[in-house]
């Protein structure tokens, strides 16, 4: 059994910063994704950001500059640093592990205020 974590979320000002983390724990293949999705009011699921275990990083156009995704495989960890944030960044976080299977994390909300 596979379980996600997600820590960091919180009320932020525009221009402003915020860490996510998202801890992974249970049997993990050692090769896979892990992702970092954002879910708007009213709007669909999207991805925001992925890395894989060997380092490979992809961003959605929207954040590329902005945020920086990355991993402690040791600690099976993926973090989202996010900077310069915007009011439109506003969502709930979802953390998602890719392996033979997908595990989503619970959801952590990130707030900015204009």
């Known amino acids: 059994q596979v379980q996600l974590l997600e820590s960091g979320g919180g009320l932020v000002q525009a221009g402003g910063s915020l860490r996510l983390s998202c801890a992974a724990s249970g049997s993990i293949f050692s090769i896979n994704v892990m992702a970092w999705y954002r879910q708007a009011p009213g709007k669909q699921r999207e991805l925001v950001a992925a890395?894989?275990?060997?380092?490979?990083?992809s961003y959605a156009d929207s954040v590329k500059g902005r945020f920086t995704i990355s991993r402690d495989n040791a600690r099976n960890t993926v973090y989202l640093q996010m900077n310069s944030l915007k009011f439109e960044d506003t969502a709930v976080y979802y953390c998602?592990?890719?392996?033979?299977?997908?595990?989503w994390g619970q959801g952590t909300q990130v707030t900015v205020s204009s």
């Open positions: 998602k592990l890719s392996t033979i299977w997908d595990y």
């Open positions: 890395i894989t275990s060997g380092g490979s990083t």
